[in-house]
């Protein structure tokens, strides 16, 4: 399986790089001067990194950011003033860093606003002075506002699901484990409302794919798992994307091996760690996961 990038300026598409199915160069947007390429690439190296894209030559030119534990495929800017403002990607829970004041001071007085939530911008109006804002977390499925930028002020515009009471929500928290063969595997505990986290009854749930991953915010099947007193336990084994190749590759020719192993290495940590009654643990989910 190989992919190819098509560049044109007014002739024909024509392929300008190929690269096998273990490669990934993907475009995010032309650079202000239409010129060249914003990409998220891991080509000759194992995690996929932000770079400008020369599309003469085809390469990677400038490294804009990396980060060391995943895959960076999130790259803000600015419309209106043509900067980049800054990057996300997701370790346990979605991270940003910003290279642009500006940006950064309008995320840290949302956050203000909306602590413990998940906050990200849309989209931003022609001029920059409004924007369009939603928060989510692992109790709530979200919410959007208007957001004026200079007086600071949002203005709910919808909730979504509000029939769902946030205080009857368990909340998922990230961990982490190690693999039989020192793999540092990370995944999520949900725990039911109330209980001492302690000898509960277990649901596995892996995910699908099983090139994804899962993440932290709210899902219906671990809420409903969670009120009925189950602890639910998400894990990313091996071959979960967003880690980067070694540990993607890692999972080749290993479906019912190593990459079970890793959730089997899971549920042993959950029983030393005082928190699965070992009697009463599932294993529960759909397609990989099933």
């Known amino acids: 399986v190989k992919t190819s990038l098509l560049y044109r300026e007014s002739e024909s598409f024509k392929t300008i790089l190929t690269t096998d199915f273990k490669v990934r160069v993907d475009p995010l ?30 390469k990677e030119r400038e490294l804009i ?5 995943v895959d960076v495929s999130g790259l803000m800017y600015s419309r209106k003033r043509k900067v980049l403002t800054g990057v996300s990607y997701t370790v346990a829970k979605r991270e940003m860093v910003f290279f642009d004041d ?16 998940e906050v990200g911008i849309t989209s931003f109006s022609k001029d920059e002075k409004k ?4 928060a989510f977390s692992d109790k709530s499925r979200g919410t959007y506002y208007s957001y004026d930028i200079g007086n600071n002020e949002l203005k709910e515009l919808a909730k979504i699901s509000p029939w769902l009471n946030e205080d009857h929500m368990a909340e998922m928290k990230p961990i982490n484990y190690t693999s039989r063969d020192e793999l540092t595997i990370s995944g999520y505990l949900t725990l039911p409302v109330g209980s001492t986290g302690k000898n509960l009854r277990v649901v596995v749930h892996p995910h699908g794919g099983p090139w994804a991953r899962d993440t932290w915010g709210y899902n219906s099947e671990v809420q409903f ?17 967003g880690y980067g190749r070694e540990f993607w590759e890692s999972s080749f020719k290993q479906w019912g091996k190593t990459m079970q192993d890793d959730i089997t290495d899971g549920v042993n940590w959950l029983i030393d760690q005082g928190i699965a009654d070992p009697d009463k643990i599932a294993i529960y989910g759909a397609s990989y996961g099933g």
Request: charge should be positive; avoid cysteine.
């Open 29 to 58: 947007f032309f650079t202000f001067d239409n010129k060249s390429l914003y990409v998220s690439s891991n080509r000759n190296r194992d995690k996929s990194a932000i770079y400008t894209f020369d599309i003469a030559k085809a």
């Open 225 to 241: 798992l969670a009120n009925r007193g189950y602890a639910v336990f998400q894990m990313n084994f091996r071959g979960s994307t």
């Open 102 to 117: 500006w940006r950064k001071d309008i995320q840290n007085k949302l956050e203000r606003q909306l602590p413990g939530y």
């Open 65 to 69: 950011f990396e980060n060391d534990q």
């Open 131 to 134: 924007a369009v804002v939603v």
